[in-house]
């Protein structure tokens, strides 16, 4: 999944990836972090930010949802 907007851009940090600032930036971005396999975060100078994320998925024999 990619996201992007039309605003500032990430603070430095953000784009560094470090926790912190992303609990400090956004709780939604920190949450993203924490529950997806792979995050990326950049920035488009003079056209906003992009959060790219994927999430693997493993299906159980079990599962609610039957793929056929």
């Known amino acids: 999944i990619e996201v992007t907007d039309s605003g500032p851009g990430f ?3 953000t784009v560094a990836r470090r926790r912190s600032s992303l609990a400090e930036h956004g709780r939604g971005l920190h949450l993203i972090a924490e529950l997806a396999d792979h ?7 003079g056209r906003g930010a992009v959060v790219s994320f994927d999430k693997m998925l493993k299906w159980r ?8």
Do not use: E, T
Not at 39 to 45: A, D, L, T
């Open 61 to 68: 024999d079990d599962a609610l949802l039957k793929v056929s």
């Open 11 to 13: 603070p430095p940090a």
């Open 39 to 45: 995050v990326r975060f950049r920035n488009r100078p």
